[in-house]
C-alpha cells in the first residue's frame, strides 16, 4: 500500500476514513465504520504517481474534502467529487524543494482553507504555510529543532 492517509470523513458519513492506493491499482477509499473498522473500499481515482498523499479536508470551497499528492517537488491538488472520490488534479504553484515534511492541517489562519506544515531539510525548522483562496501566502516561521524526528510528513 502506498500513498496510505488518514483523509477525514471522505464519505461523508461521520465516520473518518482511510485512502491509499494498493500495488499495482487504483487510488481506493476505505470508509470508516467507527468500532467496527472499515467498510469494504471502492476505487476514488484511477492511480495516481506520487510519493505521499497530503490530507487537507476541504481546500477548494465547495463543500467535498479535497486530497494534495506530492510528487517530488511539486503538489497537486486533486478536488473530491462529494461521495469519496476525486477528480481532475490542478498543479499548484508552491516550490517545495527545500522541505521533506509536507503535513495538512485545518484552517489555523482563518482564510477559509485548510494549511500546511512543512519542515525545512537543510535545519529542521517548521514553517506555517497559509492556504489562501488562490493558492498560498507568505510562509510563517513555528519552531526549530524538528531535524532529529522523523514522525511526520
Do not use: C
Given at each position: 500500500?502506498?500513498?496510505?492517509?488518514?483523509v477525514?470523513?471522505m464519505?461523508?458519513?461521520?465516520?473518518p476514513?482511510l485512502?491509499?492506493q494498493?500495488a499495482?491499482?487504483?487510488v481506493r477509499i476505505y470508509?470508516g465504520?467507527?468500532?467496527?473498522?472499515?467498510?469494504?473500499?471502492?476505487?476514488?481515482h484511477?492511480?495516481i504517481?506520487?510519493?505521499?498523499?497530503?490530507?487537507?479536508?476541504?481546500?477548494?470551497?465547495?463543500g467535498?474534502?479535497?486530497?494534495m499528492?506530492?510528487?517530488?517537488?511539486?503538489?497537486?491538488?486533486?478536488?473530491?467529487?462529494?461521495?469519496?472520490?476525486l477528480?481532475?488534479?490542478?498543479?499548484?504553484?508552491?516550490?517545495?524543494?527545500?522541505?521533506?515534511?509536507?503535513?495538512?492541517?485545518?484552517?489555523?489562519t482563518?482564510?477559509?482553507?485548510?494549511?500546511?506544515?512543512?519542515?525545512?531539510?537543510?535545519?529542521g525548522?517548521?514553517?506555517?504555510?497559509?492556504?489562501?483562496?488562490?493558492?498560498?501566502?507568505q510562509?510563517?516561521?513555528?519552531?526549530?529543532?524538528?531535524?532529529?524526528?522523523?514522525?511526520?510528513?
Open positions: 500500500m502506498k500513498l496510505l492517509a488518514a477525514g470523513d464519505t461523508g458519513d461521520g465516520w476514513d485512502m491509499g494498493p499495482g491499482g487504483s470508509p465504520n467507527g468500532l467496527n473498522g472499515l467498510k469494504p473500499s471502492y476505487v476514488a484511477a492511480p504517481d506520487a510519493g505521499t498523499q497530503v490530507a487537507v479536508g476541504r481546500w477548494d470551497g465547495d467535498a474534502p479535497d486530497s499528492f506530492r510528487q517530488g517537488n511539486q503538489l497537486t491538488l486533486f478536488p473530491g467529487n462529494g461521495p469519496g472520490g477528480t481532475s488534479p490542478t498543479p499548484l504553484k508552491l516550490d517545495l524543494s527545500p522541505y521533506d515534511w509536507v503535513v495538512g492541517i485545518s484552517d489555523e482563518g482564510s477559509g482553507h485548510p494549511d500546511l506544515i512543512v519542515r525545512a531539510k537543510s535545519n525548522y517548521l514553517w506555517l504555510i497559509p492556504g489562501t483562496p488562490t493558492g498560498f501566502g510562509r510563517r516561521f513555528l519552531g526549530e529543532g524538528m531535524e532529529a524526528y522523523d514522525l511526520a510528513g
